[in-house]
């Protein structure tokens, strides 16, 4: 595969196809993402965007095309090994861990980035428990970073919805990753939760982090986004700007009489 | 104001405990506190295995009755001393718990649970037909004593030292690795193995390395077994162990390192007692009294008490601190 012209893509994806049985959730869609950029992808129900998350996350392998990140084609690379190559992810359901509190589980993130192996936890090593100890304090600036380093203690259980969410944003964080992939991060946040994770995204991408989110809150999109890319029953219908997409007839016939801000 | 028992202090006094018990008790308490020791052990391992990695796995008493054949064979047999015929053992079922476990790790849940059991039946048949090597249902016959150097293992009380050590190394090696990074993987892939593996974790890997770390660990605890009873047979190594660890699993409480441990106390303190009392009274069925009694307690835990004995002391401890925080606040 020749190389694109531009190098400051990181995500390159190449016709990406997925199936589930019969169904084409997600159906030769390409797009690239530039480093240090804000995209998002839209669509209804259904449309396979975290579908599209899933694929270059490694979670599933795809039916057909490629994925590239930082010019390397990991298309059917193991989760852990894409993980470890620095894309992050949060998940549409959080899917934290729930045997663990709240710093434990952001901990967990800075696993590819710490290396005492069994017999050196087991026995407590002087250099685990120097690890652990900085891996600790690395978690801890991640809590701060999305201000919950409060309920650092807690069981994640006991937390609501918004801050779950949270803790699944400072959990990838931990990972120092290059791409941060984020599911649905404003589904069921009040509207001023909205405004502190707007506020979050641009921090990050200030310190360097690309940012690929896939959501329905439409005024969060349009505000945040530099790209926006719309998917309908697995097909990409339109990628711009959110003014070329808000005015774009096909985006406005897939959403169907449904007005588009 | 701070809570009085702190958990540092409650290990140091459990720990003088175990070390002063022989000193002050008869031959038949220490033989007791002795299998404790070994099969407390084991319950950690399965335990761990079971409800904090959320493997399902029933083969702990295979890796334990494997463990206990390899050091006694090669101690008859004079092959290699026995304290190296433990950790031939301990290699032996290492290696074989990863041929067994690579490709059985792959399945979930009951699945999982249905192969092992199949692994443990295969090898209690497997030893009893083997009958020129491992002498077959009558059992392995003439194991020489545990011997370091020119000190040898012969009284309960050197065993109960040698057994209580390896059952609280074992415990204070899990605890860490618990508390480690490799705990949290554990637990991140017991919790959710997509999101596990979205942090870098190779979950098959871990899955693998926690189950060939508890294997080991049995067939240690197997070995010392054996040269305690200096004998060995079959049947000890099926269905009625698997029963055994579980009851301690399930009253004691897998959540925890140390319930398995706590468990495997009370079950077998329980038992003697029962035959102790229940002996004269109901002479001829001391075995139906025991697995009746063992029935109802673990329904009446699973009710009362899910998280068992160790979840039940650590919310009291919890809600203890809590109420002394709040008085030590206003």
């Known amino acids: ?261 | 104001m701070k809570p009085v028992l702190k958990p540092k202090l409650i290990w140091s006094i459990l720990v003088a405990l175990i070390l002063f018990i022989p000193l002050v008790a008869g031959s038949y308490v220490i033989s007791v506190m002795c299998f404790i020791a070994v099969f407390g052990g084991l319950a950690v391992g399965m335990g761990l295995l079971m409800e904090q990695a959320g493997l399902f796995s029933l083969a702990h008493p295979t890796w334990f009755g494997l463990g206990a054949y390899v050091s006694g064979i090669v101690a008859v047999r004079g092959i290699a001393p026995p304290w190296l015929g433990s950790i031939i053992g301990a290699v032996f079922v290492g290696f074989v718990s990863y041929i067994v476990g690579a490709p059985l790790l792959r399945l979930r849940g009951y699945y999982l649970a249905c192969a092992t059991f199949g692994l443990l039946l295969i090898v209690e048949i497997s030893l009893a037909q083997l009958g020129s090597l491992t002498g077959g249902h009558e059992g392995l016959m003439g194991i020489p004593p545990l011997a370091l150097g020119a000190f040898v293992f012969e009284t309960d009380v050197h065993y109960y030292y040698l057994s209580w050590a390896l059952c609280l190394a074992t415990l204070w090696f899990l605890h860490n690795l618990m508390g480690s990074r490799i705990g949290r993987a554990i637990k991140a892939f017991s919790g959710s193995e997509v999101a596990a593996k979205s942090m870098g974790i190779n979950v098959t890997r871990y899955k693998l390395k926690v189950f060939i770390l508890t294997a080991v660990m049995a067939s240690l605890a197997g070995s010392v077994y054996t040269f305690y009873l200096r004998f060995t047979q079959p049947g000890i190594f099926g269905f009625p162990l698997l029963v055994e660890l579980v009851t301690m699993i399930i009253i004691g409480g897998g959540k925890t390192i140390y319930g398995p441990l706590l468990g495997a106390f009370v079950v077998m303190w329980m038992r003697e007692l029962i035959h102790m009392y229940l002996g004269g009274l109901l002479p001829r069925m001391t075995g139906e009294v025991d697995a009746i009694f063992f029935g109802v307690l673990i329904i009446v835990i699973l009710i009362f008490m899910p998280g068992g004995l160790a979840g039940w002391a650590g919310r009291l401890f919890e809600e203890r601190r809590k109420v002394l925080g709040e008085a030590s606040q206003g």
């Open chain 1, 1 to 261: 595969m020749e190389r694109r012209p531009k190098d400051n893509i990181l995500l390159d994806v190449r016709g990406l196809i997925k199936h589930f049985g019969g169904i084409k959730a997600v159906d030769r869609v390409t797009f690239a993402i530039e480093e240090g950029s804000i995209i998002s992808v839209i669509g209804p129900n259904g449309a396979g965007k975290s579908t599209v998350i899933n694929v270059v996350s490694g979670i599933y392998a795809p039916d057909g095309g490629e994925v590239h990140f930082q010019g390397e084609n990991i298309t059917g690379v193991p989760a852990h090994e894409i993980a470890s190559k620095g894309i992050g992810r949060t998940f549409q359901l959080e899917e934290l861990f729930g045997s663990l509190s709240v710093l434990e589980n952001v901990m967990v993130g800075c696993h590819t980035r710490s290396r005492s192996d069994v017999l050196a936890c087991g026995f407590s090593l002087p250099s685990a428990r120097s690890e652990e100890k900085r891996v600790r304090d690395e978690a801890m600036e991640c809590l701060k970073e999305v201000g919950l380093e409060q309920r650092a203690h807690d069981p994640v259980s006991s937390l609501p919805l918004g801050e779950r969410k949270l803790v699944g944003i400072a959990r990838a964080l931990s990972m120092k990753p290059k791409l941060l992939m984020l599911d649905e991060p404003a589904g069921g946040r009040a509207s001023h939760e909205v405004e502190r994770l707007i506020h979050l995204i641009y921090a990050l991408r200030d310190q360097g982090i690309t940012l690929f989110i896939v959501e329905h809150n439409m005024p969060f999109v349009m505000s945040l986004s530099e790209r926006v890319i719309v998917l309908d029953e697995g097909c990409k219908i339109a990628e711009g700007t959110p003014d070329e997409v808000r005015t774009s007839k096909d985006v406005i016939e897939a959403y169907l009489g449904e007005e588009v801000y």
